[in-house]
């Protein structure tokens, strides 16, 4: 029998876990809400001025400013060449228009690059290549860089699984040639999905990220809230970017586009989403690389949180923008908490010593996110928005099946310092017709999954519990956790086996492709 006082310390751990996940559901339904009153507010503005949202082409003639395009790459062998040729076919006069590819790679990435570039400089493009031997920096150190020979006022940025559609440029600087808009520093624009329709990975995907540009972001900055540059498929003023009081480009986290765009509204500068001005990119269609995406994400924000933390409090913010900035700069510590709860749940249920009121009050909340995604698919898809928010119970599962690896995460952006930039595989597969695992790319199964697949026992064993002792409020959560970490692990050893087996049949295409056809004998 467990004692007393390790019971109560069980049940307290259970209720900051319950907390915590009540004030992510809750912080959803509050900008699900947010963006409904957005949208009636736009309505109604609409109706009494005649004017439309933000981001449409002028309809006055521009002195076009100069910019800089951005294009941060490394070891992208597939898709390089697709975000050059987007970018050179940018709608912008070509005199005003700087393209820099920043090139850390090591493989023929670069010479693919080089072609590319030499392709459209011969039809007048100002198109650079700007290969660093060493990854000083990653991403924020190449941009750095790049920054110290950019010739633009304002500087776009674009990564590697983009292909941004040739309007982009005449859609967002406008928003800065306001008269009025002398302090926005920074333009985000919404995300699309090249290919959503690959796989049911990329449908959840798909309905995650809609989720947080279209309701989230657009929340947000609608009632001034504190949001994230995303990395990509943006532009920043250049002045906001050497601003002293900002910093420019710092590579002390893993998401230096976030860390800058706090830093910039900390001192200042106002940032802007466009929701109607679309920027298309690949979904990584490995799990694996999925996961590795989102563990880069999860330490990165959390890192940044860490950083900015006392920067936040003491910056002269509202108790309500203080409040949202640090739920939005710790949104994956619910990683955490979900996995604490997995793991004291079975033994409060087995000692009968579980409180049940936490329970309400999540079940009540929990219909923040769902409703979020609902509204989301509702307004970019209005017939077909059922079937694509049916993804959402898978999303969910790779949500707790990921809360063990993002958990990782969170505590090495807590207790450890800097890390290295693990980049996100991409494929250029657009289509079920191509097959990302023949990529040398492709990832393989990292340790963590034997954890995995133990967690997965552990929250079968808590099901069982459950329904022995008749917690039957609890058995759907614990369900969800068995089939998520069940579904990561499993899915992650097909896909190495998958990748595995791809290399090793190509081995073998190599060597009969260079066996001599004539042996001479001694």
Same mark, same amino acid.
């Given at each position: 029998?467990?004692?007393?006082?390790?019971?109560?310390?069980?049940?307290?751990?259970?209720?900051?876990?319950? %907390?915590?996940?009540?004030?992510?559901?809750?912080?959803?339904?509050?900008?699900?809400? @947010?963006?409904?009153?957005?949208?009636?507010?736009?309505?109604?503005?609409?109706? #009494?001025?005649?004017?439309?949202?933000?981001?449409?082409?002028?309809?006055?003639?521009?002195?076009?400013?100069?910019?800089?395009?951005?294009?941060?790459?490394?070891?992208?062998?597939?898709?390089?060449?697709?975000?050059?040729d987007a970018c050179a076919r940018l709608d912008y006069p070509s005199d005003r228009l700087q393209i820099q590819?920043?090139?850390? *790679?090591?493989?023929?990435?670069?010479?693919?690059?080089?072609?590319?570039?030499?392709?459209?400089?011969?039809?007048?493009?100002?198109?650079?290549?700007?290969?660093?031997?060493?990854?000083?920096?990653?991403?924020?150190?190449? @941009? #750095?860089?790049?920054?110290?020979?950019?010739?633009?006022?304002?500087?776009?940025?674009?990564?590697?699984?983009?292909?941004?559609?040739?309007?982009?440029?005449?859609?967002?600087?406008?928003?800065?040639?306001?008269?009025?808009?002398?302090?926005?520093?920074?333009? /985000?624009?919404?995300?699309?999905?090249?290919?959503?329709?690959?796989?049911?990975?990329?449908?959840?995907?798909?309905?995650?990220?809609?989720?947080?540009?279209?309701?989230?972001?657009?929340?947000?900055? *609608?009632?001034?809230?504190?949001?994230?540059?995303?990395?990509?498929?943006?532009?920043?003023?250049?002045?906001?970017?050497?601003?002293?009081?900002? $910093?420019? =480009?710092?590579?002390?986290?893993?998401?230096?586009?976030?860390?800058?765009?706090?830093?910039? /509204?900390?001192?200042?500068?106002?940032? %802007?989403?466009?929701?109607?001005?679309?920027?298309?990119?690949?979904?990584?269609?490995?799990?694996?690389?999925?996961?590795?995406?989102?563990?880069?994400?999860?330490?990165? *924000?959390?890192?940044?949180?860490?950083?900015?933390?006392?920067?936040?409090?003491?910056?002269?913010?509202?108790?309500?923008?203080?409040?949202?900035?640090?739920?939005?700069? $710790?949104?994956?510590?619910?990683?955490?908490?979900?996995?604490?709860?997995?793991?004291?749940?079975?033994?409060?249920?087995?000692?009968?010593?579980?409180?049940?009121?936490?329970?309400?009050?999540?079940?009540?909340?929990?219909?923040?996110?769902?409703?979020?995604?609902?509204?989301?698919?509702?307004?970019?898809?209005?017939?077909? =928005?059922?079937?694509?928010?049916?993804?959402?119970?898978?999303?969910?599962?790779? $949500?707790? $099946?990921?809360?063990l690896s993002n958990s990782v995460a969170a505590w090495q952006a807590l207790f450890g310092k800097g890390g290295?930039?693990?980049? %996100?595989?991409?494929?250029?597969?657009?289509?079920?017709?191509?097959?990302?695992?023949?990529?040398?790319?492709?990832?393989?199964?990292?340790?963590?999954?034997?954890?995995?697949?133990?967690?997965?026992?552990?929250?079968?064993?808590?099901?069982?519990?459950?329904?022995?002792?008749?917690?039957?409020?609890?058995?759907?959560?614990?369900?969800?956790?068995?089939?998520?970490?069940?579904?990561?692990?499993?899915?992650?050893?097909?896909?190495?086996?998958?990748?595995?087996?791809?290399?090793?049949?190509?081995?073998?295409?190599?060597?009969?492709?260079?066996?001599?056809?004539?042996?001479?004998?001694?």
């Amino acid at each position: 029998m467990l004692s007393p006082l390790f019971l109560a310390g069980l049940q307290f751990l259970y209720l900051v876990g319950a %907390t915590g996940l009540a004030i992510y559901g809750l912080q959803a339904l509050l900008l699900t809400l @947010l963006k409904l009153r957005e949208e009636r507010t736009q309505r109604k503005t609409a109706a #009494r001025t005649g004017e439309g949202p933000a981001g449409q082409l002028p309809n006055e003639a521009f002195e076009w400013p100069a910019v800089t395009v951005q294009l941060p790459v490394y070891n992208e062998v597939h898709v390089v060449a697709r975000l050059i040729d987007a970018c050179a076919r940018l709608d912008y006069p070509s005199d005003r228009l700087q393209i820099q590819v920043l090139d850390d *790679s090591t493989d023929s990435t670069t010479s693919i690059a080089e072609n590319r570039a030499a392709f459209w400089r011969k039809r007048g493009a100002v198109v650079h290549v700007l290969h660093r031997n060493e990854r000083q920096g990653y991403k924020a150190g190449a @941009l #750095r860089e790049g920054l110290s020979q950019a010739t633009g006022e304002f500087i776009a940025v674009f990564d590697a699984d983009f292909a941004p559609l040739p309007e982009f440029l005449k859609r967002t600087i406008p928003v800065f040639l306001d008269k009025q808009a002398k302090e926005v520093g920074f333009v /985000q624009t919404r995300w699309t999905h090249l290919n959503e329709e690959y796989s049911a990975l990329t449908r959840a995907q798909a309905l995650a990220l809609d989720g947080h540009f279209v309701v989230e972001q657009a929340a947000r900055h *609608s009632v001034g809230l504190p949001f994230g540059f995303n990395g990509s498929a943006g532009v920043w003023r250049r002045a906001c970017i050497e601003d002293q009081a900002v $910093g420019g =480009w710092q590579d002390d986290t893993l998401c230096e586009d976030l860390d800058l765009s706090y830093r910039a /509204q900390l001192a200042g500068w106002y940032g %802007t989403y466009l929701n109607g001005v679309e920027a298309p990119a690949e979904l990584p269609p490995q799990l694996l690389a999925f996961r590795r995406q989102q563990f880069r994400w999860a330490k990165g *924000s959390v890192a940044t949180l860490r950083k900015l933390a006392a920067l936040v409090w003491n910056g002269g913010w509202s108790t309500i923008k203080r409040t949202a900035a640090f739920v939005h700069l $710790g949104g994956y510590l619910i990683h955490p908490l979900l996995l604490l709860l997995l793991l004291v749940s079975p033994l409060l249920m087995l000692f009968g010593s579980q409180p049940y009121w936490p329970l309400a009050y999540l079940s009540i909340v929990s219909v923040g996110p769902p409703a979020l995604y609902a509204l989301a698919q509702r307004r970019l898809h209005p017939m077909t =928005w059922l079937r694509r928010w049916a993804h959402l119970p898978l999303l969910m599962l790779l $949500g707790m $099946g990921l809360s063990l690896s993002n958990s990782v995460a969170a505590w090495q952006a807590l207790f450890g310092k800097g890390g290295t930039f693990l980049r %996100t595989p991409k494929f250029r597969v657009e289509d079920d017709s191509l097959a990302w695992h023949r990529s040398g790319y492709a990832l393989d199964l990292e340790p963590l999954a034997a954890a995995e697949f133990f967690l997965a026992v552990y929250a079968g064993i808590g099901c069982y519990v459950a329904a022995v002792h008749s917690h039957w409020w609890n058995l759907p959560f614990l369900a969800l956790y068995a089939g998520g970490y069940a579904l990561v692990a499993g899915l992650g050893l097909y896909e190495s086996w998958l990748a595995r087996s791809a290399r090793t049949l190509q081995g073998r295409r190599t060597a009969r492709q260079f066996r001599p056809k004539n042996l001479v004998k001694y």
